[in-house]
Antibody, heavy 123, light 107 residues
Framework: DVQLLESGGALVQPGGSLRLSCAAS????????MSWVRQAPGKGLEWVSGISGSGDNTYYADSVKGRFTISRDKSNNMVYLQMDSLRVEDTAIYYCTKDRSPWEVGLIPFDIWGQGTKVTVSS | ATQMTQSPSSLSASVGDRVTITCRASQGIRNELGWLQQKPGKAPKLLIYAASSLQSGVPSRFSGSGSGTDFTLTISSLQPEDFATYYC?????????FGQGTKVEIK
């Protein structure tokens, strides 16, 4: 069975940086698009960023564009989220999840999720 | 960005009730919509994909319908384990967008 495991969450000061990691195990995720989704305390789900299977295409929510960078290491089945210039409002649990690229007709997106990693931005 | 308007934001229902949640997209998204369930402290769980396809392992009391801009999630007979928050999510384009969520509570 495919599993996703996030890590890297921590307490960080406003303006600081953090890198989240998502490790895929149980199968090869080399060709799957992936996304990061977050949930602030007591709030709903917010999509943050996505990356195509090849890594050539990346996508961002307006709220993080220019501050966050998504990347992947296909050889190690890893996806990363580099978060810079962190703000208090970035405080959330961050989940990685399997997505699909527009041309992947028939692939089921968002069927696999990690357990989440907690990011707290506070002074 | 495609806006997803979900309603209601919360509802109270009894075990055995039929429950309907709706989601409206600000533009046509074909059938590229999913429904997810989330329980407190847990990751979301996919219930429905492609608007009406039941995800493997999900009870048949859950069903989805719609295409274009208007979508519905129906629980035919609410069970105790169904009390949770439900979200729609469009995967038609980027940025992906969620509905605001519907909290289903016990009456």
């Amino acid at each position: 069975d495919v599993q996703l495991l996030e890590s890297g969450g921590a307490l960080v000061q406003p303006g600081g940086s953090l890198r989240l990691s998502c490790a895929a195990s149980g199968s090869t995720f080399t060709n799957f698009a992936m996304s990061w989704v977050r949930q602030a305390p007591g709030k709903g789900l917010e999509w943050v960023s996505g990356i195509s299977g090849s890594g050539d295409n990346t996508y961002y929510a307006d709220s993080v564009k220019g501050r966050f960078t998504i990347s992947r290491d296909k050889s190690n089945n890893m996806v990363y989220l580099q978060m810079d210039s962190l703000r208090v409002e970035d405080t959330a649990i961050y989940y990685c999840t399997k997505d699909r690229s527009p041309w992947e007709v028939g692939l089921i997106p968002f069927d696999i999720w990690g357990q989440g990693t907690k990011v707290t931005v506070s002074s | 960005a495609t806006q997803m308007t979900q309603s209601p934001s919360s509802l109270s229902a009894s075990v055995g009730d039929r429950v309907t949640i709706t989601c409206r997209a600000s533009q046509g998204i074909r059938n590229e919509l999913g429904w997810l369930q989330q329980k407190p402290g847990k990751a979301p769980k996919l219930l429905i994909y492609a608007a009406s396809s039941l995800q493997s392992g999900v009870p048949s009391r859950f069903s989805g319908s719609g295409s274009g801009t208007d979508f519905t999630l129906t629980i035919s007979s609410l069970q105790p384990e169904d009390f949770a928050t439900y979200y729609c999510l469009q995967d038609y384009n980027y940025p992906r967008t969620f509905g605001q969520g519907t909290k289903v509570e016990i009456k």
